[in-house]
Structures are given as structure tokens and as C-alpha cells.
């Protein structure tokens, strides 16, 4: 006889049939999952778009100090010391008139129709006083009065009287003396990206215009930490004569950190010191585009209780250091961020700081016998190494500020050295003392040689390191440095 057997019935789990371990698990779960999307979608950002602020919505505003001429206001024409200045367009406002300017004096136009001829954009009075009108050659500008101060194209940035603006044949803009380096408003499109509440604009394409064939346009982008803090200012000069939404090729430099050793052997100067925006775009068509090799570095760390931290790869423009001189850069660096308004002055950071870290240093020795810690291989081969306390890895002539280490070499030969040879230079220092020698031309690096590839094996415990002047303390690891590609760069040909 058969039983009759009923059916299971479908079981439900609800939340509460749970063990605390298995929710903590499902929740852990949720969390690093929403936690891995955020960070992918952040990378992309920050790898494939370029932001840019909608000027339809206003003037990009920034304050003016108390000037060496008068200016007066674009909406009430009144005369003020102090007021606000948009670094795009270029006009002057008094702080009460601010809002009506964004709301009846448009600004620059990042874009506008493809294909659609230009025209000028005219700002209207605070003009300098060197000034010549376009269409009739006289000085303009002179007036004391908003209303007789005359006009000047954003773009252009020709002046004319108001009284000659009949006599323009045409409205076209050319973009004047630096057209080949502007991106023009109508060769460039923009997109709306984003979530509700958070969409912004960005760059959707660029075209080049079609009768310029020598349009080579230029990219700034400025740090807003180094040296005097200069990054700020320049970026407002510059997007005064740029499209403010300028995407460009090769790479040229303005020198606003400590030490600014690529800027030095590309001949951009050893600081930037005030000078004018239309002088540096003067040297830039004048400058010769020069191949740089590029490295990567990638660090590969030494498992601890039977664990392997993640490796990380980096990439070095100029030079990679382990031992003493980055021991000073990293406590510079710690300083700088728990003080940062003590240390906003070059001449204070060079002078003053590495001096009082390096000499803190002479007295401590932190980095005795690295030589002892580090076992180095160039191209495969062992090299056995006197005692040091930091071993340099060169693909520029300078370093630590303005030195020029390869040329101070006299006991052995000199290795032949560029920036675009595929190869590094390797370089040891004895101690501190040795470095503050090596500043003043009294002693000579220690030669260890030249490498394709370059392998440092730290053990015995943990090292402070640098990357083109980025410091952090380095726990054990196998360092490999290997030639990842090439840049262009612009040599200012004005420094031969």
C-alpha cells in the first residue's frame, strides 16, 4: 500500500530568523559593495572628464586689491578701490552690483554653435592705459569716466573708442595675437553630466578650426599649494585671454614650487616671480617641443605575519629617492600640512626649512646605514655599495633645488646623460652634511651607475622615500623602476 506523503511547504527566512553574524555579514557585504561603485565611478571622473564652470549662470568673480590705477564699475560706473573682478571676461564691479552684472552683462562663452564665425565680445571701460583703438589708432582708455573709457574684446583683447564702433567693417574675431593657442568657443562642445542636484557641464569634444593649420592650443594647470601659492592668481590670468575651458597638447612649465628642478633644465627659470601672462605666451611660440622619457615605478611589498599589502605603481618625471633627502622632504612636509600659512613663502621653504630639517638630521643620522637595508640591481646586476644613507635615481641634471650632481662628478668619468636616452642615472649620498656640500659645489656624489631598469630590495625595516618631491615613509618592499613612455615638453629656447 502506498502512503500518501504530503508536500513540503516553501519555507520563508525572514530578517529576524537570522543570526546576528549572518546579517553583520549581509550588511558588510551592501556596504563595500556601494562603497567599490562609488570609488569606480569617481575614477572615471577624475580619468575621462573635463569640468568646466557654466558661465550662462554668472561672472566667475574674483576679488581686486587696492590698484595702482582707478577702475570703475560696469553697472553704476562709479569709482572703487576694492571691489570684484571676473577672471574670464575681464569686467569690474562694485560687491552691491554684482548681482545685476550676472544678470545683465554676460559673460565669455566657453561655446557656441559649431562653425558660427566669431565676434567680438566688448567689455566696456578700465582699460590700460597704453591702449591703441583698433579702428582709428589712437590711445584709448584715458577717460576718467566709465562712459568715455571705451571698450575692449575679451577674446582679442583689441581696444576701441566707443565713438569709432561705426567704423568696424566687420564683427568677425580673429582672437588676436594668440590665436593659435586658443581654443575657439565655436570648435568646442560641452554636455551636462551628473545626478539630480549634482549635474555640472564638462567637455564633450574639441574640433579643430578649419583655417588655422598651426593651431596648437595650450593646457595650464597651476597647483594651488606650492611656493607663494602663485597657482591661483595665474589661473585667473590665464583664463582672462584662454577659453576657460582649455584642453591642449604639449606641456611647458611655470615654476611655482621649492625646488622646480625640470623647470631649470627646460630653461623656465628657478621661480616665477610676478611676471606678466602675455611674456610667458610670447616664450612658449618661441619654445622647442623636446622628448622626456617617463618612468613608472611600481612597489611590490614584503609580506608581514603572512600578509602582502596591495602594490601600488607610480609614475616619476624627475627623480626617486630613498634615505636621507627624502627624510627632510617628509618632514617638511608634515609641517607644511599641520602649518600650511608658515610655509606659503619660497624663499621661507628653501632657505629656512630644509636647512633647519637637514641640519636636525646631521645631528640625528635617522638614516645611517641604509646601505645595509637596501640591496640595488641595475639591469640585473648586483652593485655593491659604500655607506650611505640615500641612493638618488636620477632622469633630470637637477636636483634638491637648482644641484647639478652629474656635473660635480671628477674622480671617475662622467656618464653622458639626456632626458629622452631610456636610461637613469644612480646616484649615492654619504649623509646630510654631504648634501649641504653638494649645494655649495665642495664635494661630489657618489657614482653607482646608469640602468634601463632599476630594482631596490628594502628590508630590515622602513625607509622614508620620495617621488619628484612627494614624500611617505616606505616599508619593506621590492621598488622596480622601468621606462613606462615619452612626453613632449617645450624648452624655452630663449634660455640658450
Known sequence: MEENVEPKAKSTVMWGDLPPSRISLYVAMVFLGTVLIITLIKRRKRHYEIPVRDTRKGHRW??????CRPLYCAVCTSHFAEGLLCDCCGICVDVDCMTTADQSLHCKALATELGVPLTHHWVHGNLLMASGCCACGESCGGGEQLDVGDWRCCWCERSIHTHCMHLLTAMRCDLGKYKNMIVPSNCITLKQVGWKGRKHLVVDSVVPPTDDPAWSPVIVIAT???????????????RGILNPAQPAPHVGLIPLGTGNDLSRVLGWGIGYSGEDIHDILDKVTQATPVRFDRWKIRIKHARHLGLRKPGKTLFM??????GVDALVTLNFDKSRKAAPGIFSNRFINKQLAYVTYGTKDVLERECIDLHKKVKLELDG???QMPALEAIVVLNIGSWGAGVRPLDLITSVPKPVYRTDDGL?????IYSSFHIAQLQVGLSEPVLLGQAKTVKLTLRGGNAPMQVDGEPWEQTPAEITIVQHNQATLLYNSEAL
Open 62 to 67: 574674483c576679488a581686486t586689491e587696492v590698484m
Open 224 to 238: 594651488k599649494q606650492s611656493g607663494n601659492r602663485d597657482g591661483i592668481h595665474l589661473l585667473e590670468f590665464f
Open 317 to 322: 618625471n624627475n627623480y626617486v629617492s630613498l
Open 381 to 383: 646586476a648586483v652593485v
Open 424 to 428: 637613469l642615472e644612480v646616484l649615492g
